[in-house]
C-alpha cells in the first residue's frame, strides 16, 4: 500500500505562512513527480505546485512568487512553502506523487484556512 500523509495545514491570518509535508511510504519505486493541489468547495481540483525528480518545478500563476515547493528524496517527502498567504488560498490542499508506470497517489488532504 502506499499512503500519503500530509501535516501543516490550520488557520492562519493573511499575510502569514504555513508549510505542508506530506510523506511517502509503502512500496513505490522512482518517484518521478510530485505535487500540490488544492480544491475549493463547489470547484474543481487545481494544480498549485509541482517537482519533477530532476528538481523541475512548475507553479501556478496565483502562487508564483509566494510559495515555494521542494522535495528530500531520501525522506520520500514533499513540502509547500507557502508565505504571504491570501483569503483566497483558502482550501482543501491535496498530496499527489507518481512514479514511473504507477498511477497518480492521493494524499487525504489537509485544510488551509486563510482569514482577514
Known amino acids: 500500500q502506499v499512503q500519503l500523509v500530509e501535516s501543516g495545514g490550520g488557520l492562519v491570518q493573511a499575510g502569514e505562512s504555513l508549510r505542508l509535508s506530506c510523506v511517502v511510504s509503502?512500496?513505490?519505486?522512482?518517484?518521478?513527480?510530485m505535487g500540490w493541489y488544492r480544491q475549493v468547495p463547489g470547484e474543481q481540483r487545481e494544480l498549485v505546485a509541482t517537482?519533477?525528480?530532476?528538481?523541475?518545478?512548475n507553479y501556478a500563476d496565483s502562487v508564483k512568487g509566494r510559495f515555494t515547493i521542494s522535495r528530500d528524496n531520501a525522506k520520500r517527502t514533499v513540502y509547500l512553502q507557502m508565505n504571504s498567504l491570501e483569503v483566497e488560498d483558502t482550501a482543501v490542499y491535496y498530496c499527489?506523487?507518481?512514479?514511473?508506470?504507477?498511477?497518480?497517489?492521493w494524499g487525504q488532504g489537509t485544510q488551509v484556512t486563510v482569514s482577514s
Open positions: 509503502g512500496v513505490i519505486f522512482s518517484i518521478d513527480v
Open positions: 517537482i519533477t525528480s530532476g528538481d523541475m518545478t
Open positions: 499527489n506523487v507518481k512514479g514511473w508506470r504507477t498511477p497518480h497517489y
